[in-house]
């Protein structure tokens, strides 16, 4: 939450004296987004140098999983505590805090030599992004007023996007290049350089926020539902939904979200999550919607990286390269998308951008052993870029469309437990059909290499399925919101 001190960017004087855009307002937007893309950056970039990190520390095929999946369970698990702390005791602190927890996690993983040691860190990660991620949308919220802040969250939604691709890349470079220890080493200086920023650019945390509470008991109950829930999703993928390892957390998670409803509803004095904000239509649409898109994400930058290291055999720099083409179509989209928003309105907006996502992860399954670049990837590659760039910008406005301004770092950590939950639940279902398939495949006598690329393909086919959902649950969302006019699209 800013100090509103500055008349020029505080929301409550938008109304009294035009609002114009200064180079503070550029600094301030882009000190959030560099704290944005922090983790985008990192979870990319270390996808394509899983197979280099299992070779060196010796990890097996499944606790290199947890290499990722021990960041996914404390971020989506902490998502909700964070963005609640930083309403109660600022969002400024709140993401201080945080980019300095992500540096030291970084700084230890990149010297760790041990395997424990390295997931340990990308769990102390996780938690450190957890309490960044919420934070840049709320202080965009907080930061600019109405017609201007659509703008605003136009660039965050696209640094975030492009950064995850160039990550891919990036990490390729580092990988082939100094190692993969860089793609954790290069997190310290640029951690370092936005906390100086933060502490230069971004106004003080109000001192009336100190008067709010926290609600521990709904904050630990929510906390470790959430976490549990996390890990019954990745372990499913793993061991299948009928191992103990999946369903103990999986029960257990559902009883202690269970009570945290409970809790919410009728205990709590002043609760964590309102329900009031999930009968906000807006707000709903936009979590169901972002759940499913987000599974289509985490299956794309999964499953097509396998596909085009084990059946084509492509290195990391290779791989990464491969995103190129759809960072550019997905920026150049991006641009557009507030103008499309002011004319045709969210609902429409995400409704064609899941279309396209949809019809680009289908495309994938038409993709065979013998598949090639421009053939069977760059078209998929590039309807999903196009796609992901009206999908993202629509839902994170109407993710805190009505919610009120103490209660923007719930609403924004609400659609990132969305993308996040979404996204190990898609991928858990999709791993798990693919992975079923090829055995039964490869049980048939078929080749490895067709087995594999036939798993691969029915899980595109179940993503695909998923993103259909999402176009209907997008009917949800508003025609036009307030916060983009038409004249903020200009």
């Avoid at 007023?145 to 640094?159: L, N, Q």
């Avoid at 350089?193 to 650019?201: A, F, K, R």
């Avoid at 995103?323 to 998308?337: D, R, S």
Wanted: glycine share 12%; hydrophobic share 55%.
């Amino acid at each position: 939450m800013t100090d509103s001190q500055q008349a020029q960017s505080a929301p409550s004087r938008a109304a009294e004296e035009p609002f114009v855009w200064t180079g503070r307002h550029t600094l301030i937007l882009v000190v959030i987004c560099a704290a944005s893309i922090l983790d985008t950056i990192d979870i990319s970039a270390l996808n394509v140098a899983l197979p280099t990190i299992k070779a060196e520390l010796g990890f097996t095929e499944a606790s290199l999983s947890w290499v990722v999946n021990g960041y996914l369970v404390t971020f989506g698990g902490f998502l909700l505590l964070c963005g609640r702390a930083g309403d109660v005791f600022g969002h400024r602190r709140v993401l201080l805090a945080g980019l300095a927890v992500f540096g030291v996690a970084s700084a230890v993983a990149g010297v760790t030599g041990d395997a424990n040691t390295l997931i340990a860190m990308r769990a102390l990660q996780g938690i450190g992004a957890a309490m960044i991620t919420p934070m840049t949308l709320a202080l965009v919220a907080r930061s600019f007023p109405e017609g201007p802040r659509a703008k605003a969250i136009a660039v965050w939604g696209m640094a975030n996007a492009l950064s995850g691709f160039l990550a891919l890349v990036l990490g390729g470079l580092l990988t082939v290049g100094p190692g993969w220890r860089w793609i954790f080493f290069i997190n310290v200086p640029l951690s370092l350089l936005i906390i100086v920023g933060t502490l230069i650019w971004l106004d003080r945390d109000r001192s009336t926020e100190r008067r709010k509470r926290l609600d521990v008991v709904g904050a630990v109950v929510v906390t470790l539902g959430m976490s549990l829930l996390t890990i019954g999703i990745v372990q499913a993928g793993q061991v299948g939904w009928g191992s103990r390892a999946t369903i103990v957390p999986l029960v257990l998670g559902v009883v202690f979200v269970a009570y945290f409803v409970l809790h919410e509803g009728r205990l709590a004095k002043d609760p964590m999550l309102p329900f009031s904000l999930l009968r906000i239509p807006t707000v709903a649409g936009a979590n169901l919607t972002q759940a499913l898109v987000g599974a289509g994400m985490f299956v794309l930058t999964y499953v097509a990286t396998l596909y085009q290291q084990d059946v084509l055999h492509y290195n990391a720099l290779q791989t990464g390269l491969g995103y190129i083409p759809q960072t550019v179509v997905l920026l150049a989209a991006a641009q557009q998308t507030p103008k499309l928003v002011a004319k045709l309105g969210v609902r429409v907006t995400v409704m064609i951008g899941s279309v396209l996502v949809m019809v680009g992860l289908g495309s994938f399954a038409f993709a065979g052993p013998d598949g090639s670049y421009l053939v069977n990837i760059l078209g998929p590659y590039i309807a999903i870029g196009v796609g992901m760039a009206l999908t993202f910008l629509p839902l994170s406005l109407a993710a805190g469309m009505g919610v009120p301004d103490e209660r923007q770092g719930v609403a924004s950590s609400l659609i990132n437990v969305s993308r996040v939950s979404g996204g190990a639940l898609g991928l858990s279902v999709v791993a798990a059909v693919a992975t079923s398939y090829t055995a039964n495949r490869l049980d048939a006598g078929t080749p490895e290499v067709t087995a594999l690329t036939d798993g691969f393909s029915l899980g595109f086919i179940v993503a695909a399925g998923l993103l259909l959902v999402s176009v209907f649950t997008a009917m949800l969302l508003p025609r036009k919101p307030v916060d983009v006019p038409a004249e903020a699209a200009k």
